[in-house]
């Protein structure tokens, strides 16, 4: 094991020098190179807008937690929005594409959220643009374009709306110019039904000419609309630009769907006009003015570039793929991607990003909690379909909060540490918030539900201990196992969560969650490190469990035992396993003291996993889907709770025994808490 994580501190040293090239500062990163190309998402917690390397290129746009079903032969998946991206732009006559362009470069800008990039034509003409997805409109993809004519040249520019084929039915495409007093509103627009029906989704889009400071015209060009098949529709204008000339204009798109509106269609219009006709520096300043409130929550790393500007990224992600206010979670893949998840939720949302996110951003993270909230009552008749208590919430879950796992993976009907797990993120959150009343109405009612579910769970050993049989753990390579450690440590935990909020609202705890707690087996070889499972024999492990039960669990708190669970299963852990494994085994030794073996295994967690040009993180080092926001929680936990020494606790956030790797001058963590703390650690 030592070998392999050699290796791969070697590959991390490598890659980074490679691509200091291209650093900028812990803000930026930037390439001027399209080679192996993996882009960065524009998100807003809504929609999640994919770039590409070619001139204006959008490979997708993801809707966030609209859902549709082919109810014959496959679960639910989350939407592909219309495509409104790859604007087309000609040069006199000739069509601007990656291959007769030079000097091409792109910056993406985690402080503003935004993509810059920049490029010539030939001799004619150099281009750049901005694109964002707006905070502040959080149905908005925002093209901002500038065109500097080199010589005297006409350009003509297409905006267009692509509805793709696999998951729309015919769309409805209209231009119209809609008129209100002296305005006048050109609106593009796709209207279709999902594929299977369950959603009606509108995007509506136009031209904006925010000023126009050369002396070439005074007025807005006229505008052409052409339909080049079912799914495609473009609207256009020419202009004929002198040298020096300078074309500013944006290209904006509003989607809607029937999942958030009950008429999609005019919203989505309505959207539209407002962009249309609200100043571009105010749409963009009230965007970033939202994004400099987010990083009010802050990593700050001192004398390590590479390191700041990864954890920043994760960072980035998780703010882009939530919001607060839409009592919506975030899928493993957030907005990125729409496979191989589907965009369901797993435990991936409470158990890895939930920490970082409660740790500086309690309204995002309060969206997240009332997402699970929101679908008690679907948990609970699970719950009855399997002739159990309580609730039992799905190990996949989409809009409807029923089961939206496959049917043929077994991790739907066996994997059940899954509703312990929210459980104790329900109440870390009340631990961070103090939020009685919230407490009172949805906290507890979850915790009480979960509690209920477990005690109809386990089953009595006849020397009145208590297991958990045929389930699956963290670990998903041990199937229909007894007595997963993971899970009986979770159930523990949570069980206890249960009697203390009880108490917290005035409520008698019942009696039998505390004797359950203590009585669940967690087994153990005869040198006493713990078993994952009751019958475990060495086997390779898909991922972190047993040690899962020092942290977060704080199951397991003696250093021996903790330090016998790390050294055996350490080698255990599959190559191939997922990012967030390593981490784990990297907050644990931070935490006992071994900060040169954690920052290895920090960076073995996620460096690997890393695609140029920016660094997006795939789920495992062989894959090449990204991002995967699973794994920025875990690297931010090893920063977090690991070198920073936070903790929750029923006093809120504390700090025990932070520790540095001798790669860092300095770790600043900024905003934590509702008090908006900082903690500095030299």
Known sequence: ???????????WMIFSLISMAQVNDGWNISTETSDNYTGIVLANGTIGILPTSTP?????????????????????????????????????????????????????????????????????????????????????????????????????????????????????????????????????????????GLQTVSTSATFVWPHITSAYAKARPELKHTTRSKWEHTLSFRKALQQKDSLDFV??????????????????????????????????????????????????IEGDIASQQDVRLALYHLYAFGRAGNDLSIAPMGLSVQSPYNGHIFWD????????????????????????YDRLEAAKRRATTYG??????????????????????????????????????????????????????????????????????????????????????ADEYATNIDDNAFTNGAVQTVLHYATQAAKEVGIKPISKWKEIANGLQIHRFEDGTVKEYKTYDGAIIKQADVNLLSYPLHVVTD??????????????????????????????????????????????????NKHPPF?????????????????????????????????????????KKPMLPKQWKSLTIKGVGPKQKTFIIR
Request: with cysteine; net charge neutral.
């Open 1 to 11: 094991m030592m070998k392999r994580v050699f290796m791969v501190t070697m590959l």
């Open 56 to 196: 204006f290129g959008v490979k997708h746009v993801v809707l966030n937690h609209v859902f549709d079903k082919d109810p014959y032969h496959q679960v639910s998946r989350v939407l592909h929005g219309m495509n409104f991206g790859n604007l087309e732009i000609t040069v006199d006559g000739e069509r601007i594409t990656s291959d007769n362009i030079h000097q091409w470069s792109q910056t993406f800008d985690m402080k503003e959220a935004k993509l810059v990039c920049s490029f010539e034509y030939k001799d004619k003409a150099k281009i750049s643009y901005e694109l964002y997805a707006l905070r502040n409109l959080p149905q908005t993809g925002y093209f901002n374009v500038n065109i500097k004519a080199l010589k005297d040249i006409e350009v003509k520019v297409c905006g267009k709306i692509v509805t793709p084929k696999s998951d729309y039915q015919e769309p409805v495409q209209r231009y119209q110019v809609l008129a209100d007093a002296d305005k006048s509103m050109p609106i593009l627009q796709s209207l279709a039904k999902s594929r299977y």
């Open 251 to 300: 290209w904006s798109a509003s989607v809607c769907s029937s999942q958030n509106f009950f008429d999609p269609k005019s919203e989505s219009e309505r959207i539209a006009i407002y962009t249309l006709l609200t100043p571009r520096k105010t749409l963009i300043d009230q965007h970033v003015q939202r994004w400099k409130n987010l990083w009010r929550g802050d990593i700050i």
């Open 349 to 372: 949302t409470e158990l890895w990003m939930f920490p970082p996110l409660l740790l500086f951003n309690q309204g995002i993270a309060n969206s997240l909690v009332n997402y699970r």
């Open 388 to 473: 159990y208590k309580g609730a039992m919430y799905p190990w996949e879950s989409d809009f409807s909060g029923e089961e939206a796992t496959p049917p043929y993976a077994l991790t739907g009907p066996f994997e059940h540490h899954i509703t312990a797990d929210i459980g104790i993120a329900f109440w870390n959150y009340y631990c961070v918030t103090k939020d009685k009343e919230w407490l009172k109405s949805k906290g507890y009612p979850v915790l009480k539900e979960v509690a209920d579910f477990w005690t109809s769970r386990v089953t009595k050993n006849v020397d009145g201990t208590y297991s958990i049989l045929n389930v699956i753990g």
């Open 559 to 608: 250093s021996k035992t903790i330090a016998k669970n790390l050294a055996y299963y350490e080698p255990k852990l599959a190559p191939e396993g997922p990012a967030m494994g390593r981490a784990i085994f990297a907050v644990n030794y931070a935490r006992m003291g071994d900060a040169s073996h954690a920052y290895s295994l920090f960076k073995a967690s996620y460096e690997p």
């Open 615 to 655: 660094g997006a993180l795939s789920e495992t080092a062989t894959a090449n889907r990204s991002y995967f926001a699973t794994g920025a929680g875990g690297m931010l936990q090893v920063v977090l709770f690991g070198f920073g020494g936070l903790q929750f606790t029923e006093n809120g956030i504390i700090q």
